[in-house]
């Protein structure tokens, strides 16, 4: 079952913007971290960006530092990923994903995936 919601993608030019959302789906997640995965064809699915249960602590991948922020709102349930200063490497099917409590880069560590959503980042 699709637990968790993405949207927000979609087709932009190099250096524009674009803010991802996550939101649940029958169940809340403010005890879990939530984290940020993306796919590009031909490539493994690559960690972007996580932030934990209580927005104590977030990671990120170095290829998006200084670009990317995750952010959280437990009231609203939602989770976000504010993408700046897009390229055209950023773009892939990105997935949001939650798992218990902290962060941590490995895909297989997550336990509730959505459905992804496509970002294309024009040259």
């Known amino acids: 079952q699709v637990q968790l919601v993405e949207s927000g993608g979609g087709l932009v030019q190099a250096g524009d913007s674009l803010r991802l959302s996550c939101a649940p789906s029958?169940?809340?997640?403010?005890?879990?971290?939530m984290g940020w995965f993306r796919q590009a064809p031909g490539k493994e699915r690559e960690f972007v960006a996580a932030?934990?249960?209580?927005?104590?602590?977030?990671a990120y991948a170095d290829s998006v530092k200084g670009r990317f922020t995750i952010s959280r709102d437990n009231g609203k349930n939602t989770v976000n990923l504010q993408m700046n200063s897009l390229k055209p490497e950023d773009t892939a099917v990105y997935y949001c994903?939650?798992?218990?409590?902290?962060?941590?880069?490995?895909?297989?560590?997550?336990?509730?995936w959505g459905q992804g959503t496509q970002v294309t980042v024009s040259s």
């Open positions: 932030v934990s249960w209580n927005s104590r602590n977030t």
């Open positions: 029958g169940r809340t997640f403010s005890g879990h971290a």
């Open positions: 994903a939650a798992r218990i409590l902290y962060v941590s880069r490995a895909p297989d560590e997550y336990n509730f």
